[in-house]
């Protein structure tokens, strides 16, 4: 491959804060951004060439995106595979991942029966359609986390059953197919950012711990603070399962850690992942840049850690949706270790990521480094932010 600059024009079907960031990424790779979405000037939009307005599963729109573009991907699972399968062979245009590979991790079910069968750990599951079985579910397993098999994310979509007398009012909460998994003693949570590139090439951030907190991640920690077999492990886990998966780019592979030191795997996202956003600042090249490289089938940059990071997500604060104004931020920026990052959205509603900061440590060995340490500075500088009045 001979790679000149200007580069090429990519398409993203989606253009929220992972579009952003892509864009932010792309620009200095000289490769253009055009993003479809259905929200007038998004957040992607102030830094992409171009948007086009319309929805993720709007065909005329996705054809359209398809005709300017040399290459499709998307940053968000609502993107309708059939449309961009469509699209790309129309025009001749590459789409990366796979579209089968997203329709595939679009149903929660079907995700975790194909990780299932190619032998990959994952917490005991079952689909659920009725009051009545999830009843007999909960008591098999002794409470569940019951998903929506679509359409969730950020927490959403997700419900713990802990006894039969809830089912009813879970089933009616996620709105349609559903699938009950175990409740696991784990130790944490953890993740590790996958990477396919040309050629079958195959590479892995370093394992980073992700804490939630009302099924929203709230920080993430990098290195883990998990022991050794374990990370080597997570790695080997997320290994298994880039060969599971067709098309290239980055996939978010979140995992758990047990009290017993088993790891499975909790879910796949086929795109850059908020569990990743600490690569911008922590590692040789982001996420965001090695997806649009993945994409294009160009050289990928390396994954390694230059500074151990914890990043802490920014969510709306207030009780009821109004105009975003984030207050405080020169807290944050005084901090000679922090860097904020402001997803460009115009209203805030209770616990929407509208941005997150980031800490880092410079020291020679990460192992050093003290992530409890910086996982607190990170958190009371987040904390400081504000978007309600004073």
């Not at 200007?6 to 079907?13: E, M, N, Q, S, Y």
């Not at 090439?201 to 290195?223: C, F, G, K, Q, W």
Request: proline share 7%; hydrophobic share 40%; charged share 25%.
């Amino acid at each position: 491959m001979s790679i000149t600059l200007p580069g090429p024009t990519l398409g993203v079907v989606g253009g929220g804060q992972l579009g952003r960031m892509m864009a932010e990424a792309a620009a200095p790779l000289g490769v253009d951004l055009v993003v479809l979405d259905p929200t007038p000037d998004c957040p992607a939009a102030p830094v992409a060439t171009d948007q086009i307005v319309g929805g993720f599963d709007d065909a005329d729109a996705i054809d359209e995106l398809a005709a300017r573009v040399d290459a499709l991907t998307f940053e968000i699972e609502l993107a309708d595979p059939d449309r961009l399968a469509a699209a790309s062979e129309e025009h001749g245009v590459p789409v990366h991942p796979d579209p089968a590979t997203l329709e595939t991790i679009q149903d929660k079910l079907v995700q975790k029966e194909a990780l299932a069968d190619a032998g990959i750990p994952v917490p005991e599951f079952v689909a659920v359609a009725t009051a009545e079985g999830l009843e007999r579910v909960v008591e098999e397993f002794g409470g569940v986390m019951l998903k929506a098999r679509e359409g969730g994310y950020d927490g959403r979509g997700n419900v713990p059953v802990e006894t039969p007398d809830e089912a009813a009012a879970a089933l009616d909460a996620v709105g349609g197919a559903a699938m009950a998994e175990e409740f696991l003693d784990f130790e944490r949570e953890i993740a590790v950012m996958g990477l396919k590139g040309a050629d079958g090439e195959t590479r892995t951030y370093p394992v980073t711990e992700t804490v939630h907190r009302e099924e929203i991640l709230r920080e993430s920690v990098s290195p883990a603070r998990a022991g050794d077999a374990v990370v080597a492990e997570a790695e080997s886990v997320a290994r298994d399962v880039l060969e599971v998966l067709d098309g290239r780019g980055v996939y978010g592979i979140e995992l758990f850690e047990t009290k017993g030191g088993e790891v499975l795997v909790n879910e796949i996202a086929p795109r850059p992942h908020n569990s990743g956003h600490w690569t911008i600042e922590g590692a040789r090249t982001s996420q965001f840049e090695n997806h649009v490289r993945a994409v294009l089938g160009w050289p990928l940059g390396p994954t390694d850690l230059v500074a151990p990071a914890v990043t802490a997500n920014v969510l709306g604060d207030i009780e009821e949706t109004q105009p975003a104004t984030l207050r405080n931020v020169e807290s944050t920026l005084d901090a000679p270790d922090a860097d904020l990052h402001w997803y460009g959205k115009d209203d805030v509603y209770p616990l929407r990521k509208m941005g997150h900061l980031t800490v880092t440590e410079a020291v020679g060995d990460p192992e050093d480094a003290d992530r409890d340490a910086l996982l607190s500075q990170a958190r009371e500088l987040r904390d400081g932010l504000t978007f309600r009045d004073a």
